[in-house]
């Protein structure tokens, strides 16, 4: 499903995105442009954020 109709950019792109690290708006519109034309798909970038935390990875030292 297209989130940011102006870039075209998907639902699965912005998910790729966040797994690849990707942990705000911004980041978001660096890896995927979405957000920077008329702005109306920042909310649902946010929910999408929201619903998908990083995980980040701890590295334990043995
Ligand atoms: S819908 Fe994303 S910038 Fe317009």
Redesign the pocket.
């Known amino acids: 499903m297209y989130i ?4 075209a ?1 998907t639902d699965k792109q912005i998910k790729q995105a966040i797994n690849n690290g990707a942990c705000s708006r911004r980041e978001i519109y660096h890896c995927t442009g ?8 920042t909310r649902h970038i946010r929910q999408i954020l929201d619903e998908n935390p990083v995980q980040h990875l701890i590295m334990q030292a043995a």
């Open positions: 940011c109709v102006c870039k950019v979405a957000g920077d034309v008329c702005g109306k798909c």
